[in-house]
């Protein structure tokens, strides 16, 4: 018999495993069997994942448009601020006063050594040049501030109230920017003039994001004389950041009733649902 | 229940049926997966997937005896094992297109018992060990093992003799006699 043989035998007859070493036989079998029966344990656990996720991402996106503004603190004794709900990159204020320059996007504010520096922020794509001046030689135009949009209690939704009109200097860029130069030269070299952000035609920065619901101010809407008192209502509309801090069927809802009636002060709409929102205005 | 009338019964996705076949040719067929793939876990887990392959697949199984049964078995955990080297890439073999197979007498391996010659198995690398395995133990034959393995004939010879010069470096270097 050859060594070959001599090994096949003996491995073949070795039919449990030598040296002390042990396996559960009852819970393979239970394995096997729960295999067989296709009952997959781990993957409820998966779908309980999934099933968080797409909750998590809908709260995400039902709160972000609107608790940007809320979040930015005013610190200003003067300013309040000026927010439409769209995140903004605002650079630091040096303004004596301090204004809070807060918003929600893509703004890029430069730095205002203006005096009265009020807190600044709108939901406009565009770029304010420094100025130096107090009263600024851009704009005479007249700039609404709000005032009271943070001061949000648990169970009052926060309502933005035209408060105060400032006098406060806001250059559009494009002037902004020629003004820095008497020969009316904008002043910026091709490298800059490169690294300004396309915009949509909805003024919204190229590669940022905007909800297709909500409507973006300009600073040229904003600062348009014939718009500060007919528009009031409009914008206050456009800048509240909760509607009844509802869900957004119960929002529509709101706008339902809003549109319906409301001639006065508040309007009480009832729904399918018997959900009541008291309107405040 | 004789292995007859549970081959049967598995047919008809009897659970007692299939609990007996079981019960009597898993720890053989764990042991066949551990000569392989050397670690525990590993081999029972490939055997559950052997036993679960054997149940799904026994309509194709004609019974003829006993041998019949564990001969199917060995050959359903040998492919998954093969897989599940394959698929962790542990069976790197060097090709070699030109071997010549040598005549293996080792009276000093004649002379150990089953569990010394499975710890020498266990101690060959991952593609000595699977030649070996399928040549000395399955009884395949180097054209077979090439075509399973996906490697030359030649390759399949040379892994063998190596596999048959470290084993008897082993038994020099841990049992000198």
Redo the contacts between chains.
């Keep these: 018999?050859?060594?070959?043989e001599?090994?096949?035998q003996?491995?073949?007859?070795?039919?449990?495993?030598?040296?002390g070493?042990v396996?559960g036989?009852e819970e393979?079998?239970e394995?096997?069997?729960e295999?067989?029966d296709g009952k997959p344990k781990r993957k409820i656990g998966l779908y309980y994942g999934m099933a968080a996720a797409v909750v998590l991402v809908m709260v995400c996106v039902w709160l972000a448009p609107s608790s940007s503004p809320l979040r930015a603190p005013s610190s200003s004794p003067q300013g309040g601020e000026l927010s439409a709900g769209v995140a903004h990159r605002v650079a630091p204020s040096i303004s004596p006063q301090g204004g809070g320059l807060s918003a929600g996007v893509a703004h890029r504010v430069a730095p205002s050594s203006s005096p009265q520096g009020g807190g600044l922020s709108a939901g406009v794509a565009h770029r304010i040049a420094p100025s130096s001046s107090p009263q600024g030689e851009g704009l005479p135009a007249r700039v609404l501030v709000k005032r009271g949009v943070n001061k949000h209690k648990a169970n009052q939704p926060p309502v933005p109230e035209l408060i105060k009109c400032y006098d406060q200097p806001l250059l559009e860029p494009e002037r902004s920017l020629a003004s820095n130069n008497e020969s009316g030269h904008t002043g910026l070299t091709a490298m800059e003039r490169m690294a300004l952000p396309e915009k949509t035609s909805m003024g919204v920065e190229k590669g940022r994001l905007a909800f297709k619901a909500m409507k973006v101010l300009t600073m040229s809407e904003i600062m348009a004389e014939e718009k500060t008192a007919a528009d009031i209502p409009e914008i206050k509309r456009i800048t509240r950041p909760h509607e009844g801090g509802a869900f957004p069927l119960v929002r529509s809802l709101f706008r339902q009733g809003e549109a319906g009636g409301a001639a006065g002060g508040g309007s009480l709409v009832h729904n399918p649902l018997n959900i009541t929102i008291h309107l405040q205005h | 229940m004789t292995p007859q009338k549970a081959i049967e019964g598995c047919k008809k996705q009897d659970?007692v049926a299939?609990?007996y076949l079981?019960?009597r040719w898993?720890?053989?067929m764990?042991?066949v997966c551990?000569?392989y793939v050397k670690n525990?876990a590993d081999a029972?887990e490939l055997?559950?997937t052997g036993?679960?392959n054997f149940?799904r697949t026994i309509e194709r199984f004609v019974y003829n005896g006993d041998s019949s049964i564990s001969a199917w078995l060995k050959k359903i955990m040998v492919n998954e094992c093969l897989m599940h080297l394959r698929k962790r890439g542990e069976l790197i073999i060097v090709e070699e297109r030109h071997a010549e197979e040598l005549v293996?007498?080792?009276s000093t391996?004649?002379r150990?018992?089953?569990?010394e010659?499975?710890?020498l198995?266990l101690a060959l690398p991952a593609g000595y060990r699977t030649v070996f395995n399928l040549?000395?133990?399955e009884?395949y034959t180097h054209k077979e093992i090439a075509k399973l393995l996906g490697i030359a004939e030649g390759t399949s010879k040379s892994q063998l003799n190596k596999a048959r010069a470290m084993m008897q470096q082993l038994i020099k270097e841990n049992m000198p006699l």
């Design positions: 018999m050859s060594t070959d001599t090994i096949r003996q491995l073949e007859a070795m039919d449990t495993l030598g040296g070493i396996y036989k393979a079998w394995k096997l069997q295999r067989m | 659970r299939q609990k079981f019960d898993s720890d053989g764990l042991v551990m000569r525990l029972e055997m559950l036993f679960y149940y293996a007498e080792n391996l004649e150990m018992n089953a569990n010659i499975f710890k198995v040549y000395v133990v009884g």
